[in-house]
């Protein structure tokens, strides 16, 4: 490993402070490293601050320093590279992240080469008015179609290849992938689901019904959610948590599984369900 682009959240990693103390680690291990000019807010000397395209180019490993948003921001950053992500975790829960920003230990295994990569599925995400594509993306987590005014319900439809599914009148709907299912999605009430698993989950979002209920597909459906409500500016689209994209009544958001994946570096004798009871419930375990 000759070259690691780090990648801190500023809001996060006040100062940099812990992106200087890593970054000092590697490059006494002979690592360049570089930082987007974006997100450098301080100088130092053991990393090099250039435009995001030259700081990535060549990196074997990109570490992305900050929550479990930190990671989302990167990875849609770097979607199609192929490049393997380190999540250090410097936020509040870090669900995706695999360590902490003073596990020093296992920074220096990773170097060493003692690690897995965990590949996740993605998802496209592409918004058509009439005949025209007027916006699209990828994301790792999910798209959220919901209101924009807190006061106001909405109404959508949605089909999967084509075939109708249900109309919910609400706040909205969340499609998650695996990854995503422990995000927007179980808070909305849908299913934790592996995220190694090929699926897409749909939650509806406070509906006014009865019988709406969370709907888990697979991954190779299309998925369409179309917008019926007449309120100009009533209804928003959001991928991992980014501004949302207004939509007009008629439009549609087209969501399929992506041909890129995210590549998770994993270096802790943990899994998938150890997580879940350490972030999401009051049980520890040893990790060792």
Same mark, same amino acid.
């Given at each position: 490993? %000759?070259?690691?682009?780090?990648?801190?959240?500023?809001?996060?990693?006040?100062?940099?402070?812990?992106?200087?103390? +890593?970054?000092?680690?590697?490059?006494?291990?002979?690592?360049?490293?570089?930082?987007?000019?974006?997100?450098?807010?301080?100088?130092?000397?053991?990393?090099?601050?250039?435009? !995001?395209?030259?700081?990535?180019?060549?990196?074997?490993?990109?570490?992305?320093?900050?929550?479990?948003?930190? /990671?989302?921001?990167?990875?849609?950053?770097?979607?199609?590279?192929? +490049?393997? &992500?380190?999540? /250090?975790?410097?936020?509040?829960?870090?669900?995706?992240?695999? @360590?902490?920003?003073?596990?020093?230990?296992?920074?220096?295994?990773?170097?060493?080469?003692?690690?897995?990569?965990?590949?996740?599925?993605? @998802?496209?995400?592409? &918004?058509?008015?009439?005949?025209? +594509?007027?916006?699209?993306?990828?994301?790792?987590?999910?798209?959220?179609?919901?209101?924009?005014?807190?006061?106001?319900?909405?109404? @959508?439809?949605?089909?999967?290849? =084509?075939? !109708?599914?249900?109309?919910?009148?609400?706040?909205?709907?969340? /499609?998650?992938?695996?990854?995503?299912?422990?995000?927007?999605?179980?808070?909305?009430?849908?299913? $934790?689901?592996?995220?190694?698993?090929?699926?897409?989950? $749909?939650?509806?979002?406070?509906?006014?019904?009865?019988?709406?209920?969370?709907?888990?597909?697979?991954?190779?459906?299309?998925?369409?959610?179309?917008?019926?409500? =007449?309120?100009?500016?009533?209804?928003?689209?959001?991928?991992?948590?980014?501004?949302?994209?207004?939509?007009?009544?008629?439009?549609?958001?087209?969501?399929?599984?992506?041909?890129?994946?995210?590549?998770?570096?994993?270096? %802790?004798?943990?899994? !998938?369900?150890?997580?879940?009871?350490?972030?999401?419930?009051?049980?520890? !375990?040893?990790?060792?």
């Amino acid at each position: 490993m %000759k070259k690691i682009m780090m990648h801190p959240n500023p809001t996060r990693d006040i100062n940099l402070e812990n992106t200087r103390k +890593i970054a000092q680690f590697l490059t006494s291990r002979g690592i360049e490293v570089t930082i987007p000019e974006d997100v450098a807010t301080v100088d130092y000397p053991c990393f090099k601050i250039l435009p !995001f395209e030259e700081a990535v180019c060549d990196a074997d490993m990109i570490i992305s320093l900050g929550g479990d948003g930190s /990671i989302l921001h990167t990875v849609a950053k770097t979607a199609g590279m192929g +490049i393997e &992500i380190l999540g /250090i975790n410097s936020g509040r829960m870090g669900y995706m992240a695999e @360590i902490e920003a003073d596990e020093f230990d296992y920074l220096e295994q990773v170097l060493d080469g003692n690690y897995i990569v965990e590949e996740r599925m993605m @998802i496209d995400v592409a &918004i058509r008015r009439g005949q025209d +594509i007027i916006a699209e993306g990828s994301g790792l987590n999910d798209v959220v179609v919901a209101k924009t005014n807190r006061l106001k319900i909405i109404d @959508i439809d949605v089909y999967a290849d =084509r075939s !109708f599914i249900s109309h919910y009148q609400g706040d909205g709907v969340a /499609i998650a992938t695996p990854t995503g299912s422990t995000a927007y999605s179980m808070s909305a009430g849908g299913p $934790i689901v592996d995220p190694i698993t090929e699926s897409i989950t $749909i939650t509806p979002i406070c509906t006014h019904s009865l019988s709406a209920k969370p709907i888990v597909l697979s991954s190779k459906r299309e998925i369409s959610v179309q917008a019926l409500s =007449r309120v100009e500016g009533s209804i928003g689209v959001s991928v991992d948590g980014s501004s949302p994209v207004e939509l007009n009544y008629g439009d549609q958001v087209i969501i399929k599984r992506s041909n890129h994946m995210t590549k998770l570096v994993r270096v %802790k004798n943990i899994n !998938f369900y150890d997580i879940l009871c350490t972030k999401l419930s009051d049980r520890r !375990f040893d990790a060792n």
